[in-house]
Nanobody, 124 residues
């Protein structure tokens, strides 16, 4: 079993920055993809970013490209989401996800484990 725990959410003004972290624990071995998703109030959960096992390949949603950066520290089993130039439209619960397989994907159904989420509010 794998456990994912997000942290770093909070309230920030438009144009501000936040960095989310996700710690993975439990049975973690082999090749796996880490991703971030978000669910805004009243909307479906959507893909934000994903990163390959070696950290070389990244995938971003069009709405976050250029503002958000995903990175990972495999020694700590941790993945980060650095968010800059935040907009009110970025307000959402952010979820960390893990996919035990090769192949980058934006598809929510392709991820095997999920965290409980951390709330991000962008407001003046």
């Amino acid at each position: 079993q794998v456990h994912l725990a997000e942290s770093g959410g909070g309230v920030v003004q438009p144009g501000g920055s936040l960095r989310l972290s996700c710690d993975a624990s439990g049975w973690i071995d082999g090749i796996y993809i880490m991703g971030w998703f978000r669910r805004a109030p009243g909307k479906e959960r959507e893909f934000v970013a994903a990163i390959s096992r070696n950290g070389i390949t990244n995938l971003y949603a069009d709405s976050t490209k250029g503002r958000f950066t995903i990175s990972r520290d495999n020694a700590k089993n941790r993945v980060y989401l650095s968010m800059d130039d935040l907009e009110p439209e970025d307000t959402a619960d952010y979820y960390c996800a893990l996919r035990i397989n090769v192949g980058m994907t934006r598809a929510e159904a392709e991820y095997d484990y999920w965290g409980q989420g951390t709330q991000v509010t962008v407001s003046s």
